[in-house]
């Protein structure tokens, strides 16, 4: 593996010495993986220290895109850690498809149910995941969820920021260090929205059609059955000129969105909860 770790400021290497040592220390451990930059950094960690004492785990369900469940079986094959698929129910729970305010709670709760039988079931130590320091800052009811479920999140536990994690993956030479943040399809829905397996597929289908043409960064929020598109504010001259406007929303509408838009604020994360 090709590696700059000479690029890192001295706070990062020690970081980076840290929780190396920390992990080794563990002898084994699973990890929570979506195939994220955060939770990756931490399975590469996991198996450069532990090997096949390490296993990383992803819940599957309708809210996980099928491309992102394609990356995260890719990249875990590029580190070489040992990766397990396992279906999460959470969309069968009233907690989670009514979509309240805490619904990542829910979330957490039935993927760590998983995750710590498994981690017993297979003799494995403890639990880890990817919550690094910035994503204390949202609101993040899931991480309530993980802790009560024994869940370590080594990367806030040692200060990592997001800006952190990027700068350590790319010098660890990992392809995907600079992707943009991917949060689950669920998240495009306004709280009390019902979220079923439908409209999740809309809103799937309705993404991948954006990426093929380009955008890589961005959100269909869907309200009612109304597509309001968000992408990065720098990337609103080149919408205008990446697609035609009168296929889209045909293609839209094959899907069930009655009216597409486009959102002039901007893709802003966590938006949904000011």
Not at 74 to 89: M, R
Not at 176 to 188: E, V
Request: glycine content about 6%.
């Amino acid at each position: 593996m090709f590696n700059q770790l000479e690029i890192l400021s001295d706070e990062q290497t020690e970081k980076l010495f840290t929780i190396r040592r920390y992990i080794k220390n563990l002898n084994s451990a699973c990890i929570a993986y979506s195939g994220g930059v955060d939770s990756t950094l931490v399975a590469s960690l996991a198996f450069e220290q532990l090997g096949n004492k390490a296993i990383a785990i992803t819940g599957v369900s309708p809210a996980l895109a099928n491309t992102l469940r394609e990356e995260a079986r890719s990249q875990a094959k590029w580190i070489g850690v040992k990766h397990l698929e396992i279906n999460t129910s959470e969309l069968e729970q009233s907690s989670y498809s009514s979509n309240p305010q805490d619904r990542c709670f829910a979330c957490k709760k039935e993927l760590h149910k998983h995750t710590t039988y498994l981690s017993k079931k297979l003799n494995y130590k403890i639990v880890l995941d990817g919550v690094n320091l910035d994503d204390l800052k949202d609101y993040r009811p899931g991480i309530e969820a993980a802790k009560k479920a024994g869940v370590v999140s080594p990367l806030a536990k040692f200060k990592f920021s997001k800006r952190d994690i990027r700068d350590i993956s790319r010098a660890l030479g990992f392809p995907w260090w600079d992707k943009p943040a991917q949060p689950c399809l669920s998240s495009r829905f306004p709280y009390g929205h019902e979220i079923t397996s439908e409209r999740l597929k809309m809103v799937e289908k309705a993404e991948e059609y954006l990426k093929k043409g380009g955008l890589m960064n961005v959100r269909v929020r869907c309200q009612g059955l109304t597509a309001r598109i968000e992408i990065p504010k720098k990337e609103l001259k080149n919408f205008f000129n990446k697609y035609n406007f009168d296929e889209l929303v045909k293609y839209f509408s094959s899907l069930g969105f009655n009216c597409t838009s486009l959102d002039l604020e901007g893709l802003i994360s966590g938006k949904l909860n000011r």
